[in-house]
């Protein structure tokens, strides 16, 4: 069983800078690789950003490469994702995800999923 919930969301203009922080607990966190989702309601969930379990690799969706970062603190057990030169397209609930490899968050085959954390990016 793992735990994760986000923070660092919120009301911020476009252009602004937001970093979304995602706790984990209950297992080593080091043995999942993570991710970050975003859903708008009526909408179907879209995969945002996923980290390896070293933090070595990494993968985005294009819509936000050169944008978004997506790091992970093992020895805080967190993982963020800083989010840069937001647009109002980027308004969404972001989720963190947990599973065993990036290509099962990429899928969305996470195991584990947060509450969400709201962004809202006015123009």
């Known amino acids: 069983q793992v735990q994760l919930v986000e923070s660092g969301g919120g009301l911020v203009q476009a252009g602004d800078s937001l970093r979304l922080s995602c706790a984990a607990s209950?297992?080593?966190?080091?043995?999942?690789?993570m991710g970050w989702f975003r859903q708008t309601p009526g909408k179907e969930r879209d995969f945002v950003a996923s980290?390896?379990?070293?933090?070595?690799?990494?993968y985005y969706a294009d819509y936000v490469k050169g944008r978004f970062t997506i790091s992970r603190d093992n020895a805080k057990n967190t993982v963020y994702l800083q989010m840069n030169s937001l647009k109002p397209e980027d308004t969404a609930v972001y989720y963190c995800?947990?599973?065993?490899?990036?290509?099962?968050?990429?899928?969305?085959?996470?195991?584990?999923w947060g509450q969400g954390t709201q962004v809202t990016v006015s123009s």
């Open positions: 980290i390896t379990r070293s933090g070595g690799g990494t």
């Open positions: 209950g297992r080593t966190f080091s043995d999942y690789a």
């Open positions: 995800a947990a599973s065993g490899t990036l290509n099962a968050v990429v899928a969305g085959l996470s195991n584990y």
